[in-house]
C-alpha cells in the first residue's frame, strides 16, 4: 500500500503561464546585467539550483554561494510578480486528485519532489490554492540533482512517519522522464502525466507503472492500494 505521494510541480500540478522562466530572466537581468541565455536553456525537469549554476558559468560569473542568494531573493520576488499577471492553471485533474486523496479514510502523507527551491514551490503553490495538503518533501535548495531530492524527500517522510518507508510503499507522480528516473532513484512507484515537459510516447519509453494523458484518467484507488 502506498503512504507517501511525492508530486512534482511544474507540468504536473499545474502550469504558470510561463512566470517562472520570466522569473529567471528578470533575476538574471536586474542583479548581474545578464540579459540573454535563458531563451537557450531546458527547464522541464531541472533543479533551480542546477539551472542557475549553469547560467552563471555560461556568463563567466562565479557560481559562490553570494551569487545563489543574489539570485534567489530577486527570483522570488519577480516570480510573485508574474505570477500574478500570466495566465496559469492547475493541470487537468490535479485539485481534483489531491481533494480524493485527503479524503480517502486513511489517507497517505502528501509531499513534493521538484527542482523548485521550497519558497519557489510555495509561492507557486499558494497562487493556486494548492499548498495546503503538502506536509514534506524535497526542493532545489535541498541539492542540485534531482535524485538527492528524492532521497531527502524520503528520508524526510520516513522520520516524519517514524519509520523507513520502502520504496514500494512511495508513489511519485511527475510529466518528464526525469521525474521517472528519481521516482526509480528511491525504488518508487512512477505515475507519469502528460501535462507538461513530454508527450505519453515519451513518457511511454521510460517505463512508468502508469502513464496517462492526465490525471482525468487514472482514479486514486487504482495506484494507491
Known amino acids: 500500500m502506498v503512504r507517501l505521494v511525492l508530486f512534482d510541480i511544474d507540468g504536473t500540478l499545474l502550469h504558470t503561464g510561463g512566470a517562472g522562466v520570466r522569473a529567471f530572466g528578470r533575476a538574471f537581468a536586474s542583479e548581474f546585467g545578464l540579459h540573454h541565455g535563458t531563451e537557450w536553456m ?81 509561492i507557486k503553490l499558494r497562487h493556486y490554492n494548492l499548498w495546503e495538503p503538502f506536509a514534506t518533501g524535497g526542493f532545489g535548495d535541498d541539492h542540485e540533482d534531482r535524485n538527492e531530492i528524492a532521497r531527502v524527500a524520503k528520508a ?48 511511454q519509453a521510460h517505463h512508468p507503472d502508469w502513464a496517462v494523458q492526465d490525471l482525468t484518467h487514472l482514479p486514486v484507488a487504482d495506484v494507491l492500494r
Open 42 to 122: 531546458r527547464f522541464a525537469g531541472r533543479t533551480d539550483s542546477g539551472l542557475v549554476r549553469e547560467f552563471l558559468t555560461l556568463h563567466g560569473v562565479d557560481a559562490t554561494p553570494e551569487n545563489f542568494r543574489r539570485f534567489f531573493e530577486s527570483y522570488v520576488f519577480w516570480l510573485d510578480h508574474h505570477l500574478h499577471e500570466l495566465p496559469g492553471s492547475p493541470c487537468r485533474g490535479a485539485r481534483e486528485w489531491l481533494v480524493e486523496i485527503t479524503t480517502l479514510p486513511e489517507p497517505p502523507l502528501l509531499g513534493l519532489l521538484t527542482g523548485n527551491i521550497r519558497l519557489g514551490a510555495q
Open 156 to 203: 524526510r517522510a520516513s522520520r516524519r512517519l517514524r519509520r523507513e518507508l520502502r520504496g514500494e510503499e512511495i508513489l511519485v507522480i511527475g510529466d518528464t522522464p526525469l521525474d521517472i528516473a528519481c521516482g526509480r532513484a528511491i525504488g518508487a512507484r512512477c505515475l507519469a502525466v502528460a501535462t507538461g515537459g513530454a508527450t505519453l510516447v515519451e513518457l
